[in-house]
């Protein structure tokens, strides 16, 4: 599966962003998938995933209330709705997909480019 990361930009502190991962292919039913993040100078980190059906997602507990990950698989689509933005949100992000895993680690063997969020104060 091929995955393209779009929807970052330059937001105030306090606003909304939602970033979206278009996936490729016609089973992505069949794929957990998972957001992650990097900062300038540190490392990536996980921010939330969700399993193939939608029904289970997971999120780090930095964002945890503040950002819902959701997916169309007829659109083969994951969504990552980011509220309340922090400063400390500015990072690169980067969808992520599996046939098998489903956690908080960087096990997932499908990546997509990054899509940048800068979050000012």
């Known amino acids: 599966v091929q995955l393209q990361a779009s929807g970052g930009g330059l937001v105030q502190a306090g606003g909304s962003l939602r970033l979206s991962c278009a996936a490729s292919?016609?089973?992505?039913?069949?794929?957990?998938a998972g957001w992650f993040r990097q900062a300038p100078g540190k490392e990536r980190e996980f921010v939330a995933a969700?399993?193939?059906?939608?029904?289970?997602?997971l999120y780090s507990d930095s964002v945890k209330g503040r950002f819902t990950i959701s997916r169309d698989n007829a659109q083969n689509m994951v969504y990552l709705q980011m509220n309340s933005l922090k400063p400390e949100d500015t990072a690169v992000y980067y969808c992520?997909?599996?046939?098998?895993?489903?956690?908080?680690?960087?096990?997932?063997?499908?990546w997509g480019q990054g899509t940048e969020v800068t979050v000012s104060s």
């Open positions: 292919g016609r089973t992505f039913s069949s794929y957990t």
């Open positions: 969700i399993s193939r059906s939608g029904a289970g997602t």
């Open positions: 992520a997909a599996d046939l098998g895993y489903y956690g908080r680690t960087g096990r997932y063997e499908f």
